[in-house]
T-cell receptor
Framework: QKEVEQNSGPLSVPEGAIASLNCTYSDRGSQSFFWYRQYSGKSPELIMFIYSNGDKEDGRFTAQLNKASQYVSLLIRDSQPSDSATYLCAVNTGAAGNKLTFGGGTRVLVKP | DTEVTQTPKHLVMGMTNKKSLKCEQHMGHRAMYWYKQKAKKPPELMFVYSYEKLSINESVPSRFSPECPNSSLLNLHLHALQPEDSALYLC??????????????FGNGTRLTVT
């Protein structure tokens, strides 16, 4: 079982719709959860981070965390063509919690 | 623009060459990281420096040698690489170690090609 798992996609959404991305993780000790956006050929860009169970909203983005189910999600509201990218879920892992492990990423395509 | 600066942006080297990748941050961050990313794959952790000391080495081959001269600088020395080492090398920094809930901020990366 991989430490951090995501559906690879592509997730195709029409412009203006909500994109819903999911991520599961295996390490029950993980405390920090991050979503990164990566455009092709570019480096990952931090979008959101969440540490506590529940929802966290920032603009059009909402991160949701459920530690009991070992599940973290990202909602993108009012999706725009510029949101087309690969979204990487990342979780702190390791005995000291000092490693950031990435899921395989979900490719999102927003169609005008 | 990213606050983590990596040089060079692109590097082509032969298998017998010695080269270095450089990373600099001026955010006062105390943890720095090297990741390797192959095409269509997620970043893979190579090394973690915390307070200028190597805290994690993910069993990386010795042809990759990290160095942290001070809290703002991180180098990755390359020697006798193989073509399969061609990848995007990403440097990142965080305010503190991850267990202090610090997000990673990535540089723009160095695209390395080994011929």
């Amino acid at each position: 079982q991989k430490e951090v798992e995501q559906n690879s996609g592509p997730l195709s959404v029409p412009e203006g719709a909500i994109a819903s991305l999911n991520c599961t993780y295996s390490d029950r000790g993980s405390q920090s959860f991050f979503w990164y956006r990566q455009y092709s050929g570019k480096s990952p860009e931090l979008i959101m981070f969440i540490y506590s169970n529940g929802d966290k909203e920032d603009g059009r983005f909402t991160a949701q965390l459920n530690k009991a189910s070992q599940y973290v999600s990202l909602l993108i509201r009012d999706s725009q063509p510029s949101d087309s990218a690969t979204y990487l879920c990342a979780v702190n892992t390791g005995a000291a919690g000092n490693k950031l492990t990435f899921g395989g990423g979900t490719r999102v395509l927003v169609k005008p | 623009d990213t606050e983590v600066t990596q040089t060079p942006k692109h590097l082509v080297m032969g298998m017998t060459n010695k080269k270095s990748l450089k990373c600099e941050q001026h955010m006062g961050h105390r943890a720095m990281y090297w990741y390797k990313q192959k095409a269509k794959k997620p970043p893979e952790l190579m090394f973690v420096y915390s307070y200028e000391k190597l805290s994690i080495n993910e069993s990386v081959p010795s042809r990759f040698s990290p160095e942290c001269p001070n809290s703002s600088l991180l180098n990755l020395h390359l020697h006798a690489l193989q073509p399969e080492d061609s990848a995007l090398y990403l440097c990142a920094s965080s305010q503190g170690p991850l267990f202090d809930y610090s997000p990673l901020h990535f540089g723009n990366g160095t695209r390395l090609t080994v011929t």
